[in-house]
């Protein structure tokens, strides 16, 4: 099995993770190495992806917030993680979970983590960062794919950046 190398960037909000995105597709990053993760909720039968500058309907935000980025990225899930509530994931962190479109998958995410290449030590770190509400882009493959995210993800307006 192929070892995977990841960076992870940490952004205090769903805008700021999605430039971060656009950054990693306008570099010519294959979108298919990219995750973002993130809190939300459903209420009155939509899902509401929660950010601590404000909440985006997910009604609204498809076509023109989510649609272009996220729609780019290999699937969207939701995700129940004790401990932190419900998340959203796009992209390849979808495939590592199973797929599932509405799951409790307890120590699934780290399991989907550590598959993408998330060391142990930055699992705990990570979780308690979408329990607070930030948001997470992770980019997995070679040690020169997550090189060159890290060098990406520096120049964006990040909470922190991590090569695992």
Known sequence: METLDSTVGVYSSHKKALDAVKELQNAGFDVSKISLLGS???????????????VFDKTTATGSILGTVVGALAGMSLITVP?????????????????F??????????????????????ILTYKNHLKAGKFLVV?????????????????????EVNKH
């Open 101 to 122: 479109s509405i799951g409790s998958l307890g120590g699934g995410i780290a399991g989907a983590l550590l598959a993408l290449g998330v060391g142990k030590d930055g």
């Open 83 to 99: 401990g932190v509530g419900l998340l959203y994931a796009a992209g390849a962190l979808v495939g590592a979970v199973g797929g």
């Open 40 to 54: 939300a909720k459903i209420e009155d039968e939509h899902l509401h992806i929660i950010d601590e500058e404000k």
């Open 139 to 159: 980019v997995h493959g070679s040690a020169e794919d997550a090189h060159k995210a890290h060098e990406i993800l520096v120049g964006t307006e990040h909470h």
